[in-house]
């Protein structure tokens, strides 16, 4: 009776499952497959993000603003908690420098 291996779920999972010498270009094939995924889509959402931002804002806004919205804007799936950004500020002197 032969085993019949289960059926990858990820292009990491298939890469892990090839042999490479068996099957030279599809194990390549599958390299390239894992990974264009992680090298594009992460630049493109910055710089369209930004692009955005600038059109949006008309570069009326300091460079220090601009850089946290940008990461607002990027980072939108991140969860904030109204602890860590209280103690944040905590932190920080309230001197005003005139």
Excluded at 19 to 26: E, T, W
């Amino acid at each position: 009776m032969t085993s019949i291996s289960p059926t990858p779920k990820s292009s990491l999972e298939c890469l892990d499952m090839c042999d490479k010498n068996l099957y030279p270009n599809i194990y390549t094939l599958l390299q390239i497959l894992a990974t264009i995924p992680v090298s594009t889509a992460t630049p493109e959402r910055r710089f369209s993000s930004l692009r955005r931002l600038k059109n949006y804002l008309r570069n009326t806004t300091s460079e220090n603003r601009l850089n946290g919205l940008a990461f607002m804007n990027i980072h939108y799936g991140t969860e904030i908690h109204a602890d860590e950004v209280v103690d944040i500020f905590k932190r920080k002197s309230r001197r005003f420098l005139l």
